[in-house]
């Protein structure tokens, strides 16, 4: 199936450059540019894309717009996945990208973009219902908040800590069981039992996935 990409940014040399690399990879096709968030959302309403990659910062105000599309995404077209690009990893716009949730949301810093293959990727898992959130990015979400730990971290074993690690470098569970010499079954048991261990499961505002990842890198630093 092909999936159906809207590209935004108010420097023409980017949406080209993005539109010239994603040409390589057949199941993902470039609908529409915009430059601006007007254009955007009306090429969203008109072209139904599967994934919007879009700047955070664009015309009119250049303050917020890549966060206030997606905001306005969650209610009009939920079932849009929406990435955002940042030449920087701010966690403010982090915080309010996962407020409704981590569901087909990522955020991306710009560096991350020349890999074209990580890109791809990237747009897959979010028009998947996933999250592609940088490591960069975690990074500075977890050192943004003045934590000592969690010491629900303790409860898990060696193995699932090993798990655990495995996903906060964002391996998929297929990548984590083969880097560990096991099945695929016993990767998901594993996650599952991380989550119950961290309280993660049942009625979390935001993909668990991700909470798990970050009270790791929490633990790690504290």
Do not use: W
């Not at 090429?43 to 700047?55: F, I, N, R, S």
């Amino acid at each position: 199936m092909t999936l159906r990409l809207i590209v935004a940014d108010d420097h023409f040399l980017v949406r080209e450059g993005v539109r010239q690399m994603l040409a390589v990879h057949p199941d993902i096709e470039i609908v529409a540019t915009c430059s601006d968030l007007p254009e955007l959302t009306e090429a969203a309403g008109h072209h139904k894309p599967d994934v919007v990659l879009t700047d955070i910062r664009m015309p009119p105000d250049h303050i917020d717009e890549g966060i206030r599309f997606a905001s306005h995404c969650r209610t009009h077209q939920p079932e849009v996945g929406i990435i955002l690009l940042s030449h920087y990893a701010q966690p403010a716009y982090v915080r309010a990208l996962l407020e409704q949730g981590a569901d087909r949301r990522g955020y991306l810093l710009k560096e991350r973009v020349a890999d074209v293959d990580e890109l791809a990727a990237a747009v897959r898992t979010v028009a998947e219902g996933g999250s592609a959130i940088d490591p960069k990015v975690i990074e500075a979400l977890f050192h943004s908040k003045a934590s000592g730990g969690d010491h629900r971290i303790e409860r898990l074993t060696p193995r699932e800590r090993e798990v655990l690690a495995a996903m906060a470098q964002g391996q998929t569970n297929t990548a984590i069981a083969e880097a560990l010499t096991v099945s695929q079954r016993a990767v998901e048991k594993h996650i599952n039992s991380i989550f119950s261990k961290l309280d993660l499961t049942g009625g979390q505002q935001h993909h668990p996935r991700v909470q798990a990842v970050l009270m790791y890198l929490a633990e790690r630093g504290s």
